[in-house]
């Protein structure tokens, strides 16, 4: 098969776009439990409503600050006024849980029948007198996490211009992008006041109400990298200066990211070099599990240039990375720190596969037999059962992964397939289905 050849420099392919991913909307998952005084109305179809139920699992039970507007057919002919409709739930929201902030999330129903959101919030907004935030985060434009950079990049709007003592200060700050745990936030923050800088706040902020001031004096970074469009909101609408860095996953880009901002500030970090080493040190049972072993990304959450990167760096062979969408602007630091990392560890580069094609995927899966797989739910079975291990993608999505400490967690979840079918192989049954 001509397509999965192994190259020596960096190769960026694009493909049909058939592959499977979880939807945008699944973004409330996460971020209704990062901002604490939020509330998200999924405005769809039952199709959406079915997705979310599933993927979620057993949060629905606990009384999630999200919910659906279920779109009827009255709805779609227009025979019912959507205005009254959403003003009637978004009352009843406000009656039951008082939110800070009401986030609408577009789908591919209201996309198609063109309802104006982005027009009726602000009027519905100053006649509740509760803030209306709207994102597009359906079906037909993004992949997953590129649901939460729709929902920020909103945010940004809503963000303070000026602190009050700006004007004497005119200091330089730094802000954060992305949604993290807050104990992962509180790591970051704590490594960066290590060398000596000091985050004025983070987007989004645990509560809507503290969201940060943002102007031209303000420094912004990337946690994540399928933030494109937050990073060029906060440029383009807010005057912000982007710092382009590798994204803090896995100690070699953890350090990279704490060097990258320190430069921009000026600071001479102390002890990143010898920290890294440590927690490389403190990793060594798991590189050995993973060293010299080969890895296929299929590609669905964006975030597997810097899993590549570091896994690369832990002395894996990456034939592929599948990625949903891929902003060679944004995430220019990470694909050059990719092709270095490669560089120095004298490894062939990854074929990098924009909206890939599973089908064909599957092919060279066939024909290439990586030691590992990393792919969604709907494939991971069927590979298995084919004797490739797998490791399901969504899992690094939800995992602590960002920063020195977390790193750990990267490779556990790694090696769980490889240390469980270790156990396994003696059974002799690992090639369940004919070929
Ligand atoms: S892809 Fe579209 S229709 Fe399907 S769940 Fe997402 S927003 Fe709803």
Request: hydrophobic share 30%; no cysteine; aromatic share 12%.
């Given at each position: 098969m001509k397509n999965s050849k192994i190259t020596n420099t960096l190769t960026f392919d694009c493909e049909t776009g058939n592959y499977h991913t979880f939807c945008p909307i699944s973004c409330v998952a996460w971020l209704y439990q990062k901002i604490e005084d939020s509330f998200f109305l999924v405005i769809g179809t039952k199709t959406c409503g079915y997705f979310l139920q599933n993927a979620l699992g057993v949060m629905i039970f606990a009384e999630p600050r999200y919910a659906m507007a279920e779109l009827e057919e009255p709805d779609i002919s227009a025979q019912l006024n959507d205005y009254k409709e959403l003003k009637r739930l978004c009352l009843q929201i406000k009656h039951d849980r008082n939110p800070s902030v009401i986030v609408w999330i577009g789908t591919c129903t209201t996309e198609i029948i063109k309802m104006d959101l982005e027009g009726m919030a602000p009027k519905l907004e100053a006649e509740i007198q509760t803030p209306i935030v709207v994102a597009r985060a359906n079906g037909l434009d993004y992949a997953f996490t590129q649901g939460e950079d729709t929902v920020l990049s909103a945010m940004v709007q809503r963000c303070?211009?000026?602190?009050?003592?700006e004007k004497q200060e005119q200091k330089s700050s730094l802000v954060l992008f992305g949604s993290l745990p807050t104990n992962v936030a509180t790591q970051l923050n704590l490594e960066l006041e290590r060398c000596g800088i000091q985050v004025?706040?983070?987007?989004?902020?645990?509560?809507?109400?503290?969201l940060p001031v943002l102007n031209e004096t303000v420094y912004v970074c990337g946690v994540?990298?399928?933030?494109s469009r937050t990073a060029t909101t906060l440029m383009r609408r807010r005057k912000c200066k982007l710092i382009s860095a590798p994204f803090p996953i896995g100690p070699d880009g953890t350090r990279a990211w704490l060097e990258k901002i320190c430069d921009v500030f000026g600071v001479k970090p102390i002890g990143l070099v010898e920290r890294e080493n440590q927690i490389w040190e403190s990793l060594q049972d798991y590189i050995a599990l993973v060293r010299g072993k080969s890895v296929f990304f299929m590609g669905d959450n964006l975030l597997e240039i810097s899993l590549a990167r570091f896994l690369v760096r832990c002395g894996m062979i990456v034939y592929e990375i599948g990625i949903p969408y891929l902003d060679k602007r944004f995430q220019a630091a990470e694909l050059d720190f990719l092709e270095k990392t490669c560089h120095q560890l004298n490894v062939s580069m990854p074929r990098i596969v924009e909206k890939p094609d599973n089908y064909n995927q599957v092919q060279r899966i066939r024909e290439l037999q990586p030691d590992l797989a990393i792919t969604g739910m709907a494939h991971a079975n069927p590979l298995e059962a084919r004797g490739i291990n797998t490791k399901w993608s969504v899992e690094f999505t939800f995992?602590?992964?960002?920063?020195f400490t977390n790193a750990r967690d990267i490779l556990e979840l790694v090696t769980r397939p490889l240390r469980r079918n270790q156990a396994l192989q003696n059974l002799g049954w690992n090639q369940l289905v004919k070929s």
């Open positions: 303070p211009t000026s602190s009050i003592n004025s706040g983070w987007l989004p902020s645990q509560r809507y109400v503290d994540n990298p399928f933030l995992a602590q992964i960002h920063g």
